[in-house]
């Protein structure tokens, strides 16, 4: 299967630079998975798609402001650091810019030398081993001094950076945002569980390496990053229970959608708490073991996440429906609207 099948036209200007006011207020496509379908309505009206008894399941990463302003001790250069995976202690896999300027040897300062980050390792592409040093806890002084890492075609200033966040986010680790998670409210998610939805959480930190393009033309030799991964036993015996009494599991995200068909493609379509690292990949032709349907936001053309909802939902359907929110004027990406498959 060839990367260009996903391929689509996408104006520029329908690439979402900023949140809406009201996380609420955002478009929502409901696609049929079976039929092809489609209903256009908006995301406050998401509880008129769930029923009781229904799963809900949601990420509850939270992004690091993992964006570093520094410069080079010696010189004065100004230096780019994008924190990507903590190794051990203080030590952390980052991508640096211009990594030409940074060898094993060289210091970084940040913030009048609050923070300051020795090389001690190359990798490709301008990945770099940094050993951070400080006075008191890490995560404050990154709160302090870090920026939230933007996707690349996100060209305007976030200025209130909680709004790249969820409403439920609470474990650190993210280099991303789970972004269709960024349409819900404290007071949506109160309504649903009133109406019988019931809620759980999962955690994946998602890598940069969902910004990566796919850069082979035939989908199989694509190689996904891995990303770590965390069901609880609660999380896990809720969504064993959904299953047998005949309920729907709707997976918030392509990151909740990858957590659970790695468990469940482990375990026999079970649901087991454990921790792990994923690089599953779904495209067409993948058989869903986990879930039912998938609220989702709008992806990039020929990018691992359309494939991803194209398994789901089929391609004919998925470009039909693309075409249609180009149509309607959809705002795509991040800060965009979402769509529900069901």
């Not at 209903?39 to 406050?44: A, C, P, V």
């Not at 924190?83 to 940040?110: C, M, N, Y």
């Not at 949506?188 to 796919?214: A, C, M, S």
Request: negative net charge; contains cysteine; charged residues 25%.
């Amino acid at each position: 299967m060839e990367v260009k099948m996903f391929d689509f036209d996408l104006p520029e200007e329908l690439i979402a630079q900023t949140p809406l006011e009201n996380r609420t207020e955002s478009k929502l496509m409901v696609l049929d998975k079976q039929s092809g379908a489609i209903l256009h309505e908006q995301f406050r009206n998401i509880h008129q798609y769930l029923q009781a008894g229904d799963c809900l399941v949601l990420n509850d990463t939270k992004v690091l402001p993992a964006r570093l302003l520094g410069m080079k001790a010696d010189t004065g250069a100004k230096i780019e650091v994008l924190l990507l995976k903590q190794l051990e202690g203080d030590e952390w896999e980052t991508l640096v810019k211009p990594a030409k300027r940074i060898k094993v040897g060289s210091i970084i300062s940040f913030g009048d030398s609050k923070l300051t980050a020795v090389c001690i390792a190359e990798k490709e592409h301008g990945g770099r081993i940094l050993e951070f040093r400080y006075d008191g806890i890490f995560y404050e002084v990154l709160d302090e001094l870090g920026k939230m890492p933007l996707p690349p075609y996100i060209k305007e200033q976030l200025e209130d950076q909680s709004r790249y966040q969820t409403v439920f986010a609470k474990e650190r680790g993210s280099a991303a945002a789970p972004t269709a998670g960024l349409h819900f409210t404290v007071d949506l998610l109160e309504q649903l569980k009133r109406q019988g939805v019931n809620i759980v959480f999962i955690t994946l930190h998602v890598g940069l390496g969902t910004f990566r393009p796919v850069s082979v033309e035939n989908i199989d030799e694509h190689d996904m990053h891995a990303e770590f991964y965390r069901v609880s036993e609660e999380t896990a015996a809720l969504l064993n229970e959904t299953k047998k009494a005949g309920g729907r599991i709707i997976t918030v995200g392509t990151t909740s959608t990858r957590t659970l068909e790695t468990i469940a493609t482990k375990h026999d379509g079970r649901f087991v708490a454990e921790d792990g690292w994923t690089d599953i990949f779904i495209y067409p032709g993948y058989e869903f073991k986990a879930i039912d349907g998938m609220i989702t936001n709008f992806h990039l053309p020929m990018s691992t996440l359309i494939m991803l909802v194209s398994a789901l939902a089929g391609r004919e359907n998925v470009l039909h429906a693309y075409e249609e929110a180009v149509r309607e004027r959809y705002r795509f990406f991040s800060f965009g609207d979402a769509m529900l498959i069901k």
